[in-house]
């Protein structure tokens, strides 16, 4: 029986251990410590930030983007179509309500275009939306600059979500660093990962502190803005217990030191994939735009049946017929059955990406044999369902 070959798994570096084991040594475990501010502080560093708060998950991290902004029920939050679920629930957590907007077919992410449009026609409605959420998605930052001017045009704070990009750039700069907050995820198939984690970053220290604030249950007294602190526990403001663990911090010092070999890793990973099954007819893999550099977190391609001999879902079968795990690309958030009440803005990309995307196991601790074996599943069933077998060996 071959090992199974999984999307993308942890992979610990050197020093994780140490740094959990200095929080066993010294019995920070509990409930913040050293750990957490150091992680905070490197993160910033790595990433060009000024200000992060660590958190327990990117989703608590977005419901908390979110509450900084000002989201209140009845509002509209704009967002991006095509991405994980966790882009758009805490929208609904604090009774808003996303408007989703389809991507590019050149970044897979939110069209610039559509963006304006959709900010143009709501300005002249006078309904404006609260808040705009870009994702940046598979390891591929979004086109920021032109959203990024379309948010200050209209004043609407952007939040970025970089969960699946740290690493990545724009312009040489990080995704997640441009808009009113950025934030990342450390869960267990992002680049990095500390079992469970995430961050919210910012140029506003206030807003950090606030985050902070709002994340250890809104205790009167510890807010910044708040004067003396009272001997009791004093409540203002509805908070969250949405702060990280200083252990779970100390794994994600040892993973920001191997960030870049991670994403070395999987931008080889992406190589490989692309010299050998690029070659195959109807095969594209995702673009990487010029404005930046992406990590490749998951290498992403769409089959074109006609020309394949198979489809995406033939494919993926196939391969997990062979214990390989692959997933179809994200199913757009405005086809999803609990968003069916929502606008959408745009379409036709991302429901084509949807139809015909497929994420290839992308891990930075594959092998070579484990690539071979995706590679060569990939070929089998070319081969076995093409009617023209000159194409394969055109290929070869
Ligand atoms: C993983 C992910 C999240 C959520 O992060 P968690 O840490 O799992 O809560 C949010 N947005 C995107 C695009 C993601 O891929």
Known sequence: MNKPILLSTPHMGDRELEFVKEA????????????????????????????????????????????????????????SSLTFVATANPITYLGAKPVFIDCDRTSWNMNPDLLWGALQRRAKMGNLPKAVVVVHLYGQSADIDPILEACDHYGIPLIEDAAESLGATYKGRSPGTFGRIGIYSFNG??????????MLVSNDEQLISKARFLATQARDGQSPAKGDRAPHYQHSEIGYNYRLSNVLAGIGRGQLRVLSERVAARRNNFDIYQKALG??????????????R???????LTIDSEAFGADRE???????????????VWKPLHLQ????????????VSEDLFARGLCLPSGSNLTNDDLERVINAIYAVHYNHSKNRSSLFTAL
Request: proline letters at 6%; hydrophobic letters at 40%.
């Open 337 to 348: 059955p609990v968003f069916a009440d929502c606008e959408y803005v745009g379409g036709g």
């Open 189 to 198: 198939n992002k680049i990095i990962t500390t079992s469970g984690g995430g």
């Open 279 to 292: 070659k195959l007819p109807g095969i594209q893999f995702m673009p990487e735009e010029s404005f930046g």
């Open 294 to 300: 992406a990590t490749r977190w998951l290498t992403c």
């Open 314 to 328: 033939q494919v993926r079968l196939a391969l997990a017929e062979q214990q390989i795990e692959s997933r179809p």
């Open 24 to 79: 066993f040594d010294t019995n920070w475990i509990a409930p913040v410590g050293p750990h957490i501010d150091a992680f905070e502080q490197e993160f910033c560093q790595v990433i060009g930030a000024s200000h992060a708060a660590a958190v327990s998950s990117g989703t608590a991290a977005l419901h908390l983007a979110l509450r900084l902004v000002g989201v209140q029920p009845g509002d509209e939050v704009f967002c």
